[in-house]
Every structure is written in structure tokens, then in C-alpha cells.
């Protein structure tokens, strides 16, 4: 479908031209006519000249359309591409770029392909075609004329090719500190109270100026760029209608054509230069688009080698840790050194230990975040890294202290989008402890929640969290930290529930002083391994 619409567009801009042409010649027969004294052949071109302005409207107005027709389905298939591509990449690939690139990436990057790269490729099409034309155009009302006007037309080609190239860098440079000043922007947005708190604001004022310069600066230096071109184009369209004007006013004094004639070369002539004019900026333009659309090409196009995994149906007997070592790919400092343990399918593990020692890294070798340097983890005697993420995702639920919340109801923020029946959405928020939230909101599952939650208490933000687990039903849980920002008889409830599963696998890291003695076992991660805790008071 997209190549047949690439197709009839393409030939449309083609086409539309001939209309600009057809004007030109229209206009040499309305003078000649009226040169002539001739009213039945004036009223005739008269007729004639409407006619194609008509077909001009309508041709120009078409192709204009079915460019920004192919050119918003394309880029919403790019755009589909490059956030189907996020979604394939691995925690430390995606990890690599910032949140705020990614943003830039997907609307002001992606912009820039749409409008430079997509609809000004046609536009250089239609350009292109209206130069040849014109030229054809030209040669069939006098050789000569038209050859002194083709030399004059080559030289601002060539000067716009090469100051094309000059803009494409400077192009590269703008995208480059548009992305440092909007992540700049961010942080100044997304740590105010902090700012503010610790009276940074004259700090923070000096580095936003700083980004701001060099974005400033860098968007003058392609904006002198652009303008230089213009004026090229500007001069050279100057120097052909000297030509086209001069000459045609010389070989109408020595009789070697007509007024009307002259008057077509010129208008054919100003088909020329106005096409010239944006050529210079469309070429510098589509480069710079161009180059941003094939780096994006190669940074989300994934050529990994199909991996055969092992299908399972079902998480059946235990997860193994054996002799696990890790250290983060930017540190060498090992955070797990040999570990070894069991999680047993339907037991309850606490995992305590002093903060920043490596309790949340062994979640994230569990969640398939990053491979153990040494060792290896097996999920019912399968090596983790043959298993299929989506399997093992729909296996193992996360709740951690860094709760997200949508922009979106209620309902939306514990299905995450997908169906469920309106019954076990509110029997998943009432085992999560909002049973008397509902009560308040008159069970409106529609409720908005707010941008970050804002809507929401922190504990009900992180209790809405705990409603996604219990929705999902999933065998194995990893609670971080979950309840942190409950109140004691709030997360006891929570944890009671968890803790009386029989079928449920629970992996709780968790700093607390009392623990349940309804967990199966206590480990403490000491000296980068796990060692049982006996004594659970």
C-alpha cells in the first residue's frame, strides 16, 4: 500500500509542473493575441488561460496533498518502528540513552524527518521537474535564448551541492545541543523542590544559560548557513533573468522573435529561479534529515542472531543461583561474589542486609536486567538466558520503591491497558489495601490518577502497584522494598496476604526490623552472598 501511494505521488509532483509550463505558454498566446488585434483569438486564450489556471489550482493543491498524506503514514510507521525497536532492546542497551533522548528522538527528531527528509524529498521532485521543464520549455520557444539561460542556471546548482554539505554539519551540531538543552530543561523541571531546597537556583541559572548560548549559537551557525545559500540562490535567480530579459529584448530588436515569446521565456524563466531558490535550502535540509534518519536506522535496528529458545509451560519447581559473580558493566568492583540459593516454588524469602550491599542487583539478574559475569541461574533447571523474556515476564511480577504511575484512570494504571473484567480489577485493588479509596471514589474505575500520580497519596501510588501484581496472578513475586510508604498495619495486611499463598513464590528485600515469622526463610546478603537467617524474631 505505501509503495502504491510513494508511487502515485511521486508521479503526481511530476506531473504538476506541466501546469506551471502550460501557464507560461498560455500567457504568450493571450500577448500575441492581443498584439495582433485579433479579439476572437484574445477571447479564446483568454478562455484558455482560466482553463489552466484551473488545472494549475487543482494539479498543485494534489500533489501538495498526497505528500502530506504519504508523508504522515510513513512517519507514523516509523515512529511504530522505532518504539517496537525500544521495546527489543535489553535493559543496558536501553539504559545507554537518556529518557530525554528518547523523547527528542520520537517528536523532534522524527519531525525533522517528516517535513525535511519525507515531504522535501517530493518537493525537490516537483522542483526538479519544474527546472527541466522550464528548460524544455524554453528550448522549443528559442535555442539560443535558452542555452545562455541553462549556463546561467548551472552555477547555483553547483555552489548549493556544496554548501548543502556544510549545512549537514552544522545540522548535526544543532540536533546535538538541542538534545543537551532539553535535557537540561528536564532536570531543572524534574528537580525544582531540590533546587530550591538547597538554594541552587544561582547555580542552576548559570548552567542553564551556558546550554542555552551553545544551543543559541549553534542555531545561528546553520542559520548563517541558510542564509548564505539564499543569497547565492537570490543572485544567481538575479543574473538569469538578466540574461533571459537582456537577450530576449536583443533578439526581439533584430526581429528573431516575438514580444509574446519573451514574455514566456521570462515567465518560464522565473519557473526557473524560484525552484533554484529553494533547492538550496531543500538539499541542505533533506541531508541533514537524511543522515538523522539512517543514524536512527542503525541505532534501533537489531541484527542479533536468532536465539532457539526452550518453551515452558509453567513455573513448576524452583529458581537457582549457582555461583553467581557480578559486577556492573562500568565498575569492576564485584557486588556478588559466588553466590549460591534456592528459591523453592511456593516458599516466602526475606532478603535483609545493609543498604547499597547488592540485595536490588540480584532482582535485576533475576529480571534478565543484565547476565552474571560468572555463574548462572536456572528457572526449573533451565539456564535463564534460553528461556523467552516475554515466558518469563508473564512468570515474575516486580514492585519496587520507584512506583510509576500513568496519566490515565484508575482502571488503566493497574491493567496497564490490557482486558480484564471489571470485578477482578476491583478485587486486585481491594486485596492491595484500597478498598476504603474505592469506597470514596464510588468505585469509579474511570477516576484520573494525574500526571506522576498527583492525584494519588504515595502510599496509594504504591498500593495501585501492588493491585498490578494481584491482578496478574503471577506465581513468583519480587517485592523491593514494596510497602516502604505504608503505614505498619497497612503493609502487615499487605504482606499477610501475600505471606498465606500457598501457590505464590514471594522475594522480599525488605529493611524492616520485625519480620514476619510466616517467611520460610530469612537471608542475609553479607559479604557478597546470601547466608541463611535461622532465627526469625
Avoid at 522524527?110 to 527541466?132: E, H, K, S
Avoid at 482502571?411 to 485493588?429: P, S
Avoid at 528485600?509 to 547466608?531: A, C, F, G, R, V
Wanted: hydrophobic content about 40%; glycine content about 6%; overall charge positive.
Amino acid at each position: 500500500m505505501m509503495k502504491l501511494l510513494f508511487g502515485i505521488t511521486l508521479i503526481v509532483n511530476l506531473l504538476a509542473p506541466l501546469s506551471n509550463i502550460a501557464f507560461a505558454f498560455s500567457i504568450k498566446i493571450l500577448i500575441d493575441a492581443g498584439l495582433a488585434q485579433n479579439l476572437e483569438r484574445l477571447t479564446a486564450a483568454l478562455q484558455l488561460s482560466g482553463v489552466v489556471i484551473c488545472g494549475f489550482v487543482i494539479m498543485n493543491y494534489f500533489a501538495k496533498w498526497l505528500t502530506n498524506i504519504y508523508a504522515q503514514n510513513k512517519i507514523n510507521y516509523y515512529r511504530t518502528f522505532l518504539i517496537n525497536s525500544i521495546f527489543k532492546l535489553n535493559y543496558q542497551e536501553f539504559s545507554s540513552i537518556k529518557s530525554s533522548d528518547y523523547q527528542h528522538i520520537l517528536l523532534n527528531e522524527t519531525n525533522q524527518i517528516q517535513q525535511d527528509y519525507l515531504q522535501g524529498r517530493f518537493n525537490i521532485y516537483r522542483n526538479i521537474a519544474l527546472i527541466i521543464y522550464s528548460l524544455l520549455g524554453m528550448f522549443i520557444g528559442n535555442f539560443i535564448l535558452a542555452l545562455l539561460v541553462l549556463i546561467a542556471t548551472a552555477i547555483p546548482i553547483l555552489i548549493s551541492s556544496l554548501t548543502a554539505k556544510k549545512g549537514t554539519y552544522h545540522k548535526q551540531q544543532l540536533l546535538k545541543q538541542e538534545k543537551t538543552y532539553s535535557n537540561t530543561i528536564k532536570e531543572i523541571i524534574g528537580g525544582y523542590l531540590t533546587i530550591k531546597n538547597y538554594q541552587a537556583e544561582s547555580a542552576i541559572k548559570q548552567r542553564y544559560k551556558q546550554q542555552l548560548d551553545n544551543y543559541s549559537k549553534a542555531q545561528s551557525k546553520l542559520k548563517n548557513i541558510e542564509n548564505q545559500t539564499d543569497t547565492i540562490s537570490e543572485l544567481s535567480g538575479l543574473i538569469v533573468f538578466l540574461v533571459a530579459f537582456g537577450g530576449g529584448m536583443i533578439m526581439t530588436a533584430k526581429g528573431y522573435t516575438t514580444i509574446g515569446s519573451v514574455t514566456a521565456i521570462v515567465q518560464l524563466v522565473n519557473f526557473v529561479v524560484m525552484p533554484i531558490n529553494e533547492l538550496g535550502i531543500l538539499f541542505t535540509r533533506f541531508r541533514g534529515a537524511y543522515d538523522i534518519n539512517r543514524e536512527l536506522t542503525k541505532l534501533f535496528t537489531h541484527n542479533k542472531a536468532p536465539v532457539n529458545y526452550i518453551q515452558n509451560k509453567n513455573f513448576t519447581n524452583k529458581i537457582s543461583l549457582n555461583q553467581i559473580s557480578f559486577h556492573y558493566p562500568k565498575n569492576k568492583t564485584l557486588i556478588l561474589s559466588n553466590l549460591t540459593v534456592d528459591f523453592n516454588k511456593g516458599k516466602k524469602y526475606a532478603i535483609i542486609g545493609s543498604s547499597g550491599g547488592g540485595k536490588t542487583t540480584i532482582f535485576k539478574l533475576l529480571l534478565k536486567f543484565y547476565t552474571p559475569n560468572k555463574g548462572g541461574i536456572l528457572v526449573d533447571d533451565t539456564p535463564l538466558n534460553e528461556l523467552p523474556i516475554s515466558w518469563w515476564y508473564q512468570q515474575i511480577a516486580v514492585v519496587d520503591q520507584e512506583v510509576f504511575i500513568f496519566n490515565n484512570t484508575l482502571a488503566y494504571n493497574v491493567t496497564i491497558g490490557r482486558h480484564f473484567a471489571q470485578e477482578k480489577i476491583i478485587q486486585a485493588l481491594q486485596q492491595a489495601g484500597l478498598a476504603n479509596f474505592l469506597k470514596q471514589i464510588n468505585y469509579n474505575l474511570n477516576y484520573q490518577c494525574g500526571e506522576n500520580g498527583a492525584n494519588l497519596s504515595g502510599g496509594q501510588q504504591q498500593r495501585l502497584c501492588l493491585a498490578r501484581a494481584f491482578l496478574q496472578a503471577k506465581p513468583i513475586i519480587l517485592l523491593d522494598e514494596a510497602t516502604s510508604a505504608l503505614d505498619y498495619k497497612a503493609s502487615d495486611i499487605i504482606e499477610n496476604t501475600l505471606l498465606h499463598d500457598t501457590n505464590l513464590t514471594l522475594i522480599a528485600i525488605t529493611h524492616q526490623t520485625k519480620i514476619s515469622p510466616l517467611y520460610d526463610q530469612i537471608l542475609k546478603l553479607e559479604n557478597q552472598q546470601l547466608i541463611p537467617v535461622l532465627d526469625t524474631n
